[in-house]
């Protein structure tokens, strides 16, 4: 474990009080823990900037499993991209509708092209993207 810098910060009540209910509301312990994860993710979504950041990313999409062409066409873009397909996973979701969520890896911007063919493939109902950058600073 790295070893822990204290450093103190000044900053106005209302900042203070409005960070704290926030921390709160989202189920933090204790403020250290809750500065620490913010500082995370905008690290993180600083990386992302970078379409060559390393990246990993969770590809969620809702489709009718009648429209055979879409099912092939995932599992072909799969295996032409299996250097960024970690895993896939179905789910039955009822009589008509599945979900496929996808993780990917690799560069920032690789990953938003995939991600973006796969979201406008007709067919596609819903669906969205979430990517994290893959080194994080702790
Ligand atoms: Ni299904």
Excluded at 31 to 58: F, G, Y
């Amino acid at each position: 474990m790295e070893q822990l810098e204290r450093i103190g910060i000044s900053l106005d009540q209302t900042l203070l009080s409005a960070f704290d209910q926030l921390a709160t509301k989202q189920g933090y312990q204790n403020r250290s823990e809750a500065i620490r994860d913010m500082m995370r993710r905008q690290i993180s979504t600083e990386k992302l900037a970078d379409p060559n950041a390393q990246a990993v990313a969770v590809v969620c999409l809702v489709f009718n499993h009648h429209s055979a062409k879409l099912v092939q066409k995932l599992t072909a873009l799969g295996h032409s991209h299996l250097l960024q397909t970690i895993c896939s996973m179905h789910v039955h979701l009822d009589r008509c509708d599945c979900m496929e969520v996808i993780v990917l890896k690799g560069r920032c911007g690789q990953i938003k092209k995939i991600a973006e063919r796969l979201l406008s493939h007709k067919g596609v109902k819903l669906g969205n993207i979430n990517m994290i950058a893959a080194e994080q600073s702790h």
